[in-house]
Every structure is written in structure tokens, then in C-alpha cells.
């Protein structure tokens, strides 16, 4: 099993920054894919940016030049840099973590709230 834990998330004016932490613990070495999700009030939830085991980057178009995803092997933690955030980046943001293989699972974090004031 894999535990999550988002921290970071609050409010900001349109045009700042906040970094958002996801700190992995349990069978951590099982993990092939991290990544961030956000889900605002009556949309679904959406991929914002995933980062492998490899290092490998995948960012929403919406979030592109914006959102920069890093992991830290040594902490166990995965970030999501969120620059010149806008109004519509509003949402609660998740962490996940996916498996692959022979018992493939998926795995979230309990969400953290993102708000962008205009």
C-alpha cells in the first residue's frame, strides 16, 4: 500500500505562486507514476502534471510554462510549483501515485484546496 499526504494548498491573489508538497510513504519502491490532479466544483477531475520514476514530465496544456512538477527520491516527495496562478486554477488539488505491473493499483492523496482570487 502507498500513503499520501498533500500539504501546501491556500489562497492567493491572480499572479502569485504556491509549491505544493505530496510526501509518499508505505511501498513507495512499487511506484511507477506520480502525479497531480485538480478537480474544481462541478467539473471532473483533471491530470495537471505526472512525473515517472524515470524523471519523465507530462503537463496539461492549460498549465504549460506555469505548473513545474519535481520529485526529491531522498524525501520521498513529489512537489507541483504553480507560477502566475490564475482564477481557474481554483480547485482541490490531489496527489496520485500509480502502480504497474502484475497487481496494478492507483493511489490518492486526501486533497488540498487551491484558491485564486482575482
Not at 502569485?16 to 490532479?37: D, K, Q, T
Not at 495537471?48 to 520514476?53: G, K, L, P, Q, Y
Request: charged share 15%.
Amino acid at each position: 500500500q502507498v500513503q499520501l499526504v498533500e500539504s501546501g494548498g491556500g489562497l492567493v491573489q491572480a499572479g502569485g505562486s504556491l509549491r505544493l508538497s505530496c510526501a509518499a510513504s508505505g511501498s513507495i519502491f512499487s511506484i511507477n507514476v506520480m502525479g497531480w490532479h485538480r478537480q474544481a466544483p462541478g467539473k471532473q477531475r483533471e491530470l495537471v502534471a505526472a512525473i515517472t520514476s524515470g524523471g519523465s514530465t507530462n503537463y496539461a496544456d492549460s498549465v504549460k510554462g506555469r505548473f513545474t512538477i519535481s520529485r526529491d527520491n531522498a524525501k520521498n516527495t513529489v512537489y507541483l510549483q504553480m507560477n502566475s496562478l490564475k482564477p481557474e486554477d481554483t480547485a482541490v488539488y490531489y496527489c496520485s501515485a500509480a502502480v504497474f505491473g502484475a497487481r496494478p493499483s492507483n493511489h490518492w492523496g486526501q486533497g488540498t484546496q487551491v484558491t485564486v482570487s482575482s
